[in-house]
């Protein structure tokens, strides 16, 4: 069973940063693409970023390109995501996710196999 535990969000000021974390345990980490994803009131959950098992490959949605920033360190098990130049549109819940396939890393949530519960982020105008 893998489990996925995020923390690091909260409140701040448009223009604000803030630094998620997503530990996780069970099955070997390196194992898997790690995602962040994130969802809004009323809104269809969306992606955010993604890396790859070993780090060397990232994506990101265009609307975070240049302000968020997605990392891992295998031997801690643990994915982050830096989030610079926070707007007010990024207020959400983010959630970290698992992909155990053996393709290419992916940015459909439907690809993905364990979830966190969530941390909600808020940002204020």
């Known amino acids: 069973q893998v489990q996925l535990v995020e923390s690091g969000g909260g409140l701040v000021q448009a223009g604000g940063s803030l630094r998620l974390s997503c530990v996780v345990s069970?099955?070997?980490?390196?194992?898997?693409?790690m995602g962040w994803f994130r969802q809004a009131p009323g809104k269809e959950r969306e992606f955010v970023a993604v890396?790859?098992?070993?780090?060397?490959?990232?994506d990101y949605a265009d609307s975070v390109k240049g302000r968020f920033s997605i990392s891992r360190d295998n031997a801690k098990n643990t994915v982050e995501l830096q989030m610079n130049s926070l707007k007010p549109e990024d207020t959400a819940v983010y959630y970290c996710?698992?992909?155990?396939?053996?393709?290419?890393?992916?940015?459909?949530?439907?690809?993905?196999?364990?979830w966190g519960q969530g941390t909600q982020v808020t940002v204020s105008s």
């Open positions: 996710a698992a992909d155990l396939t053996i393709a290419t890393i992916a940015t459909t949530p439907r690809t993905y196999d364990y």
């Open positions: 069970g099955r070997a980490f390196s194992s898997y693409h």
């Open positions: 890396i790859s098992r070993s780090g060397g490959s990232t």
